[in-house]
């Protein structure tokens, strides 16, 4: 009987010291190296996802009367982040900002009507395409001009959001071209700050995406749309920090099976057809 404790102490005293080994030492030569935990296994053990958006932009992402996120993005990722298992978190901020917070880690992701674009392509990477959009000019209804091709606007007092597509359309297309003087030309934080210019007069052309373009001809009134067209947009995808492939692929599978059962058409049809 003595013997026999004296082994169970002994097995408890070597499990014990086993278990003591402390965890950051290094591990032995011949053991394989223990697979890096990636950023998705990490947002799975949170349970949650932090993703960011420019919550200006209806019918991609609003806020609507109540303070409630809306919108087809804000569907969209809801589903995604469900089917994923985590719990979503909203992080609103301007549109110019949500790059860089990607990259720097403040956010897990973006989605925030966005195309791909070669350059965020050097600091951030981008899904499988889940939705395509245009662009389109907002002008006031007392605007009398016939535009024959989408650079004839330059003549006129030019806005558009700072850091989009749209941005980078006219900074290339009509300001470093010369055919607009930068003074001509005015960034906004929010869409709704250049909506709300463009029916006070300061600016004569609105550059926003076709889509939310309407939104605010009838949110606003008085206004219309001149141009409809491909000029800086396309594909829409949801950004990822640079390389993470695990976030990506994960997201790419949903995006796929929501394809497939239908479920983007269905939000299609929900929130863009007025
Ligand atoms: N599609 C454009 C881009 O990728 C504009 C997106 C603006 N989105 C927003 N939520 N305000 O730059």
Redesign the pocket.
Known sequence: MKRLIFIVMAVIFAVTLVGCKPVSQAPEQTEAPAAEETHLDKIKEAGKIVVG?????AP??YVDETGTMMGFDVELMTEIAKRMGVTLEWSDMP?DSLIAAVQGGKIDASI????Y?EERDKSVDFTEAYYT?EDAYVVLDSFKDEIAKPEDIAKYKIGA?S????DGWITDNLVGAGLLDEANYSRYER?DQAALDLQAGRIEVLMA?YLPAQAIVSKYGGMKIIYHGIL??GP?NIVVPEGDVALAGEMNRIIKELKDEGFIDTLAVKYFSE
């Open positions: 958006t420019s919550a200006d932009y991609f992402e549109f925030a009507s966005f195309n674009d959009s959001q850091g989009t597509t749209q869409v995406e800086s947009t829409l």
